[in-house]
């Protein structure tokens, strides 16, 4: 389990998740173009070995990349239908993740604004914690130490050997396999709501928390469709 702080913003809640992710048995801390200080060390306390081991990256896309689920935490869910907004909680998430064997990263964004609508929709998953409308935000360290606690909980179940987890590159051919297929039936006609359809498969493949070998069963029946759609295109069917 990797935990990815995007761009944060005060180098003593760098110190202070480091903290909260040894109190919970969590050492993966992976930073997006951090700035660390002495502040940040004097905050880890005893947790200065998870920092000092912390992988550090410029960008979002290279800290996606370390992963096969991506999953993001947003404090806004949306008052209207947004795939990318409708988020679990970390209790849910603690139960789906049982016997998942592949490489999992919470994504915190920055202390300011969170993660960008953009990097949202780039997530297999996202998480909420329920909160007081009144005060919904939480602190960078609080928001972590809920949901870490929530996965200490519970450790990883054996799974199969023969089975390994579909890749983020393997999900993402799935998903641009169904977004051909629209494309051929043409279907919705209204392209804002075909980006629709294709972000609400994109958040159902991410929830399915599929195998590599169940995406390529998935992605062979629907390329034949394509196949035959496009064969009856040409034939004026």
Known sequence: MKIVLVEPEGPANIGMVARVMKNFGFTELVLVNPNITKESYAYAVHARDVLERAEIVETFEEALGLVDLAIGTTAKSGRRYIPERA???PWELR???KGYPG???I??????IGLKNEELERMDLTLTIPTSEAYPTMNLSQAAAVILYELSKTKREAVHPSLEPATREEKEVLVDTWKRLLDV???PKDEERKEVFVKVFR???GRAFLYGREVHTLIGPLRK????LEECKDAEC
């Open 185 to 187: 039936l043409d279907y």
């Open 87 to 89: 988020p679990i909680t």
């Open 103 to 105: 490489r999992v990263g």
């Open 203 to 205: 958040r159902f493949v």
């Open 107 to 112: 994504f915190f964004g920055r202390e300011s």
């Open 95 to 97: 139960e789906a993740l």
């Open 225 to 228: 469709a394509i196949l035959r």
